[in-house]
């Protein structure tokens, strides 16, 4: 995943840019990120499951196709309306977490490039998969704050 990019379009988040749709805040959005970095490189770890066929589906939509990220698709284990209690003491340290963790996973994956971990939809992914994940994953909520 390429920190660089992400790192200059977060320049462009402040703490009181409006989202254009949802209700993270920008903080909770980088939070959010970060979260979903962590768990692709096993620094957060969920349980292995078998995804639903209907969950397998999903995967194929997005991951092999140039579809976008939807809008309006809850976390996994989070409730419409409620929002994570946030993590960082401000934006700005969230935004570092989440370079902080970018270059963790890229390590990551070039130390064993046949891992593969637990998506908390999906089930399984690989490198090549989180790869396709990310980009549209990071897209869809930057697009969240006009920053994209």
Do not use: C
Request: net charge neutral; charged share 25%.
């Amino acid at each position: 995943m390429e920190s660089k990019m992400i790192e200059k379009k977060l320049k462009n988040l402040k703490a009181n840019t409006p989202a254009q749709f949802g209700i993270m805040t920008p903080q909770h959005m980088v939070e959010h990120l970060t979260i979903t970095v962590k768990i692709a490189y096993n620094r957060i770890k969920i349980p292995e499951f078998e995804p639903s066929e209907k969950q397998k589906f999903q995967k194929r939509a997005l991951l092999d196709s140039d579809m976008d990220f939807p809008r309006g698709v809850l976390a996994p284990g989070t409730n419409a309306g409620d929002l994570m209690p946030l993590r960082s003491s401000n934006l700005d340290e969230a935004k570092q977490q989440l370079i902080e963790s970018i270059t963790a996973y890229n390590e990551f994956f070039e130390s064993d490039t046949n891992a593969t971990t637990v998506h908390p939809r999906f089930g399984m992914l690989d490198y090549a998969e989180w790869e396709r994940f990310h980009p549209k994953h990071v897209a869809h909520h930057f697009k969240q704050f006009g920053v994209w």
